[in-house]
């Protein structure tokens, strides 16, 4: 069972920044960030497997960044230039054994954080 702890969510205005990380209890091979919006489904935001396989949602367009230290099990995601839009619930999420051709799909993953609050005010 793979443990996840997310921290760095918090309050920001719009055009503002966040970095978000999450500390994994053991080694996984793909990690990424999942999120709900109030009233929707949990969407994927970004994952990657560390190494050549990285993918972004379609409604980040350039905004966030996606990295994985391996060695220290630690997944972060810096998000730049926020809107209103991007209030949600982001989720951590671990998977291993890892299909780095599906990083986006939620059936993907494993083990999941308990979510941290992200809140984007005009």
């Known amino acids: 069972q793979v443990q996840l702890v997310e921290s760095g969510g918090g309050s920001v205005h719009s055009g503002g920044s966040l970095r978000l990380s999450c500390s994994a209890s053991e080694y996984s091979s793909c990690m990424g960030w999942f999120r709900r919006v109030q009233g929707k489904d949990r969407e994927a935001v970004a994952a990657t497997d560390g190494g050549s396989n990285t993918a972004y949602a379609y409604f980040v367009k350039g905004r966030f960044t996606v990295s994985l230290d391996s060695a220290k099990k630690i997944v972060s995601l810096q998000m730049e230039n926020l809107t209103q839009e991007d209030t949600a619930m982001y989720y951590c999420?671990?998977?291993?054994?890892?299909?780095?051709?599906?990083?986006?799909?939620?059936?993907?993953?494993?083990?999941w954080g308990q979510g941290i609050q992200v809140t984007v005010s005009s």
């Open positions: 999420a671990a998977s291993r054994p890892c299909n780095p051709g599906n990083l986006l799909s939620r059936w993907n993953y494993d083990y």
